[in-house]
């Protein structure tokens, strides 16, 4: 099992940032690809960004340029830093993990283990 821990959200206005973080803890393993999904209100759970275990990182292109994942394998955390944060960017960020994986991903059911999530609200 593994249980993963977001922390960082909060309210900041258009334009601003903010640091997502995911700690993970259990059973450890050699390969994981950890995710980053979102999902507003009355919207579906959409992907935004994830990363293997050497550091390739996939994208979604609404946040290509202005969103960076990466990840301390040390610490077992990965991070996402938002840049130039925008009202539509206003969900909850949940982080995720899939085990066994070389190829990061887009398709959440592709994830067996999901964070609580945090808020991200963007103010125009």
């Known amino acids: 099992q593994v249980q993963l821990v977001e922390s960082g959200g909060g309210l900041v206005q258009a334009g601003g940032s903010l640091r997502l973080s995911c700690a993970a803890s259990?059973?450890?393993?050699?390969?994981?690809?950890r995710g980053w999904f979102r999902q507003a209100p009355g919207k579906e759970r959409e992907f935004v960004a994830a990363?293997?275990?050497?550091?390739?990182?996939n994208y979604a292109d609404s946040v290509k340029g202005r969103f960076t994942i990466s990840r301390d394998n040390a610490k077992n955390t990965v991070y996402l830093q938002m840049n130039s944060l925008k009202p539509e960017d206003t969900a909850v960020y949940y982080c995720?993990?899939?085990?066994?994986?070389?190829?990061?991903?887009?398709?959440?059911?592709?994830?067996?283990?999901w964070g609580q999530g945090t808020q991200v609200t963007v103010s125009s």
């Open positions: 990363i293997t275990n050497g550091g390739s990182t």
């Open positions: 259990g059973r450890t393993y050699s390969s994981v690809v």
């Open positions: 995720a993990a899939k085990i066994g994986a070389l190829v990061a991903t887009p398709t959440p059911t592709a994830y067996a283990y």
